[in-house]
Structure formats: structure tokens, C-alpha cells
């Protein structure tokens, strides 16, 4: 049964999902969101797998501060192998090299290993089988939606047969392009190793984390690098698709793509690591997306490279995960109106109007441009949206709605303050205080004693959390205060958290949201509970799967993870819990 026990491997191109045998259970080429060519994981028949004959255990691990997973496989005599996988990326050349490509090296380690290689890929979303065409030391899956290749120094006979045959050596695999290697497999995968664990290493030793929970916020931030696409630096919000949030909950949706909302917290999260140059990639994409859109509707999602296009289909021929379809491929919610967009754009750039440590500040030509993007806040905020969870047969006035627009009037203010703007500072400023005044009078249920999900409503919703973080209003505020009792009270089960509890298209919600969790930890803290989300904290982390990572959601009977996977959501709390609620350096050492 498939579960969410899984390790990834990336370079900022491509990643793989692996079971904690080692078997590559996912795999889109040529980039995040493509064809997924091993797509077991969604019951497709598409693997790359090594089995060890007569398995009676599996220990697997990330190698410290990489994105290199090491996997030992035992047999019942004793014989063991070690599985090592990666994708290659390290500076060549004065340029990352991130080709299209994998790597996986098979160890002996004890005994006589006998092992079969199961090399599988399918097409058209699970339709056909990729017919494999056999070289002198390669195997080439050529198709009409990506070529790739696997070479390897491995008996090729034996992997075209799936013939067992006994580990007497080393061996190496090299999926990438339709080309010939420029040198044998096993020089090449040995050279890659050793530069991308440096590569990983030296970028992980940069990073400026807290002292408490090193090592989850570590690696948080190795994987939120993992869903960056870096040749345009869109960020896409998980690796999968189609994951229900819960079982047999038909809420399955393709995550493969960069929402404006996801990607502002994931580079927020990384700049509070110091980690700049996924915030210098973003802002090119942000850059792109409003000269595309020239001042007009911004959708709430594009492709990683800016696609607009992003219809929704039904994969008919792959039952799902558990066999829990459907499997969408494409999402929706690229057509929603979702007016919360605005400020995550102004939110998002905001930082290169500010930071010195950029290769280039932003002035006034992209100023100008970006009040384009919060004229479009303003006219927008007080009308009806999707929000900010894409409810598809739902349309109010959402309080996080337009508390984000309320933040694109704001951040812009504060630029054209400090680009010496007078008069367009204390326009943006007028704005702002009629936004933040009209939210003030609409969301506020003295009945309920609570900031509600829309304007004039009654029910809860964990993203008002959220108003505190941006600077809408002072935590202590004993409205903001009293929203937190209320949610606490009805949205948080142990110490998980809901996103709201009413009923939408499909149903009432049967998971808890991680991200919602996350800031309501935040939240706890800004009012002087720390010690209180601490302890919720505590909790979280020993939900995350034995390498560390986080799906969307979790079932809290039984603290199984649900929905996609790797959700940057998620790993996004990790950092900014840890950044929060740990101990300074200077009272740890």
C-alpha cells in the first residue's frame, strides 16, 4: 500500500519521490510539472526499482545538510546492499549545472546480494507503456512527450530481462536526456556525488537557522529549494498531484504549479535563513507575471514558466493514490478569482525595494509597475472571491481576501516612502486606512466575539490568523486575541488545527491543515503563549515522516499524513515556528 514515507531528490529541474525501499515511485520529465514517467504512486505501472531478493529490512536517511538519500537493504542471510540516489547540481563553469537527470548508485556491502532492477516508464498519463529500445550499455525510452535514457555499467541484459543476478560490484544508473554520456557512468556518477555534496553542504552551512530545531528547519529549507524551478524561479506549492486530504475524499488536486500566494511564504520563509537566491529568481518571475498581465486580473496560479493555461483534466487511466481518484492533471484554480493575489505580489517584491544585499535594488520603474498591481487591490477588496482555499462553488467577501489587499496598499506606501515618493506614500497610505478601516467594521462579529472568514459572516476561518504576521494589526489587540480563543476553541483538535469547519463543495473537512497549524502556533506566541506553542510545535514536528518532511494534511486520530507532497506550505511552518520560538545563540552557548 502506498504511503507518504517517502524521500525526494531534486536539482531544481526534475525530482523523484522514493519509498523507503528505494523505489522511485514519481517522476515528471522534463521538469516539476511534466510527464510523470514513474507514476506507482498514483497505481501507475511506471518504477524504477532494486530489489533486493529475500528483503527482510530497509534503513534510509538524507545524508546530513544534502538532498542525497542513502538506503541499506538487508536480506534474511545477511547480504546487504546500499542504494545511494541524487541529482546532480553544483557550479560549473561559473553556472549551476541541474541537467535532466538522475543518479543511483547500487553498493555490495555484505554477503552475496542478489538483486533484480525493475526499470518501467509510462506515458500519456498512465495510458501506455514506454516501449524500451536496448543500447550496448544503455537503455533509451524514446515517446512522443519526453525522450530520456538510463545508462548504466550494469549488466544490460539483465536489467531488459528484470533477470536476478548477484551485486558483485558497484554499480551506476544515469537517467537523463536521449544522449550519449561524455564518460563512463560510474566516473561520472562519482564525480557528481562528491560536487553535489559539497554543493549541498556548503549551501546548507550558509544558512543563518536558529539553534533549536537545526536539523527539521535545515531541512525544511533543502526542500523548499527542491520545489523552486530555477530556470524561471517559479515555485511550485508540492511535487505531486492528485493526493486526497483524506481518504476517499475526491479533493484531489494538481499542485505542480507556482501559486503567487505559496511562493511569497516560501521565500519569505528562505530570506529568513539568508538564503537570497531563491528570492532574486522569484522576483524575476513576479516581474514577468505583471508586465504579462499589464495592471489587469492576475490569476491566483501559472505554470513554472508563466503558462496561463492550466486546464483540468481527468488522467483516466491511473486509479489514484490507495486507488483513491480521480487524478486531475491541470488546476482550476488558475481560472478562480482570488483577490488575496494582489498583496502577495506587492508582498513578495516588496524586499527588493529594501535589501542592500541584492545583486539589484528595485526603483522606480518597477514602482510604478507594481502600483498597477494595487490599483487592481483596491478596486477589488470589498467584492466576492474564490479565497484563499479556491472554494469552487463559493463566492463572499473574505476576510483574508482583502487583508492581503489591504497589504499591497500598505508595503506599497512604505516603498514610496523610502523611494522619497511623498505625495504617492500618502496616497497609498489613504488607501491602506480605508481598506484596513472597512475590514475592521465588516469582519468583526461582536457576537461572535471573532474575526470571521467574510465580511458579515459567522464562521471561523484559520487564515485571519495571518492578519497579525502582516502587520494589520498589533497582536494584543483584544479583538485579535479573542479570534485566537475562538479558533482554539473550535477549529483546533489536540494540537492540529482546521482550516474552517463548515461545509464546502465536498463536504465538511475530515484533516487538519498543517499550514493553518503552523500559524496558529505563530499566533499563540504573538499573545504570550509561547510555552503553549512550543509544546504544539513539539507535536507537528513528530508528525513530519522519518526523513522530515510534511504533506498538506493530517488525520488527528491517527496522525497520518494526507494530501500532496512535499506541501512548501508546511515545510514553510517548520522555518518560521523554529525562527519564532527558539532560543537566541547567545543563550544557548
Known amino acids: 500500500m502506498s504511503t507518504l514515507e517517502l524521500g525526494i531528490i531534486g536539482n531544481g529541474t526534475v525530482a523523484a519521490l522514493m519509498d523507503e525501499n528505494a523505489s522511485i515511485q514519481w517522476m515528471c520529465l522534463p521538469r516539476l510539472d511534466g510527464e510523470p514517467v514513474f507514476n506507482a504512486l498514483l497505481g501507475g505501472g511506471g518504477a524504477f526499482t532494486i530489489a533486493l531478493a529475500d528483503q527482510v529490512s530497509a534503513e534510509q536517511r538524507y545524508i546530513r545538510n544534502t538532498a542525497i538519500i542513502e538506503t541499506i537493504l538487508t536480506d534474511a542471510d545477511g547480504s546487504a546492499i546500499k542504494i545511494t540516489d541524487f541529482a546532480p547540481r553544483f557550479v560549473d563553469r561559473g553556472r549551476v549545472f541541474r541537467p535532466t537527470s538522475i543518479v543511483r548508485r547500487v553498493t555490495p556491502l555484505k554477503g552475496m546480494p542478489r538483486i533484480t532492477v525493475y526499470l518501467r516508464g509510462e506515458t500519456g498519463h498512465g495510458e501506455r507503456p514506454i516501449i524500451r ?73 550558509r544558512l543563518a537557522t536558529p539553534p533549536e530545531w537545526q536539523e527539521a528547519v535545515i531541512r525544511a529549507a533543502i526542500t523548499l529549494k527542491l520545489c523552486v524551478y530555477e530556470e524561471t524561479g517559479g515555485i511550485v506549492a508540492a511535487l505531486t498531484t492528485s493526493i486526497p486530504e483524506h481518504e476517499g475524499s475526491e479533493r484531489n488536486w494538481d499542485y505542480r504549479f507556482c501559486w503567487l500566494r505559496d511562493a511569497y511564504f516560501s521565500v519569505t520563509a528562505l530570506n529568513r535563513l539568508s538564503a537570497m537566491g531563491t528570492l532574486e529568481r522569484y522576483l524575476g518571475y513576479l516581474r514577468n507575471t505583471v508586465a504579462h498581465t499589464k495592471g489587469g486580473h492576475i490569476q491566483p496560479v501559472y505554470g513554472v514558466a508563466l503558462e496561463d493555461d492550466l486546464t483540468e483534466e481527468i488522467a483516466t487511466r491511473l486509479p489514484g493514490y490507495r486507488g483513491m481518484g480521480p487524478v486531475r492533471i491541470g488546476n482550476q484554480a488558475a481560472e478562480h478569482i482570488q483577490h488575496d493575489v494582489y498583496g502577495h505580489v506587492i508582498l513578495g517584491a516588496a524586499q527588493a525595494f529594501f535589501d542592500d544585499r541584492l545583486f539589484s535594488r528595485a526603483g522606480e520603474l518597477e514602482f510604478e509597475h507594481f502600483e498597477q498591481v494595487g490599483e487592481r487591490a483596491y478596486q477589488v477588496y470589498n467584492t466576492p472571491d474564490a479565497g484563499i482555499w479556491e472554494f469552487r462553488g463559493i463566492a463572499h467577501v473574505h476576510t483574508s481576501s482583502a487583508i492581503m489587499c489591504w497589504a499591497a496598499c500598505d508595503r506599497l506606501a512604505k516603498i514610496a516612502e523610502t523611494l522619497g515618493r511623498e505625495a504617492r506614500a500618502q496616497h497609498w497610505h489613504a488607501r491602506a486606512d480605508e481598506i484596513r478601516a472597512t475590514i475592521l467594521e465588516q469582519s468583526w462579529n461582536e457576537e461572535r466575539k471573532a474575526f470571521t472568514a467574510a465580511f458579515g459572516g459567522e464562521d471561523l476561518d484559520a487564515s485571519v490568523l495571518l492578519m497579525a504576521e502582516i502587520g494589520f494589526i498589533d497582536p494584543m489587540d483584544p479583538r485579535y486575541v479573542a479570534t485566537v480563543e475562538r479558533i482554539d476553541e473550535e477549529l483546533r483538535v489536540g494540537s492540529h488545527v482546521y482550516r474552517y469547519r463548515m461545509e464546502d463543495d465536498f463536504g465538511k473537512p475530515k484533516t487538519a491543515f498543517t499550514a493553518c497549524t503552523f500559524w496558529h502556533i505563530d499566533a499563540l506566541a504573538r499573545i504570550g503563549r509561547k510555552e503553549e506553542a512550543r509544546a504544539m510545535f513539539e507535536t507537528v514536528l513528530a508528525t513530519r515522516t522519518k526523513l522530515g518532511l510534511l504533506s498538506e494534511d493530517v488525520d488527528t486520530e491517527t496522525s497520518e499524513l494526507w494530501g500532496n507532497f512535499p506541501q512548501t506550505y508546511s515545510m514553510v511552518g517548520i522555518i518560521n515556528a523554529a525562527s519564532r520560538l527558539s532560543k537566541h545563540w547567545d543563550e544557548t552557548v
Open 133 to 205: 529500445r536496448r543500447g550496448v550499455s544503455h537503455i533509451r525510452f524514446p515517446n512522443e512527450e519526453v525522450d530520456f535514457r538510463v545508462t548504466t555499467d550494469a549488466p544490460v541484459s539483465y536489467i531488459m530481462d528484470e533477470r536476478e543476478f548477484v551485486l558483485e560490484g558497484e554499480i551506476s544508473f544515469i537517467l537523463g536526456p536521449d544522449e550519449s554520456l561524455s564518460d563512463n557512468p560510474d566516473s561520472m556518477a562519482t564525480d557528481w556525488y562528491q560536487r553535489t555534496l559539497h554543493n549541498w553542504q556548503q549551501w546548507s552551512r
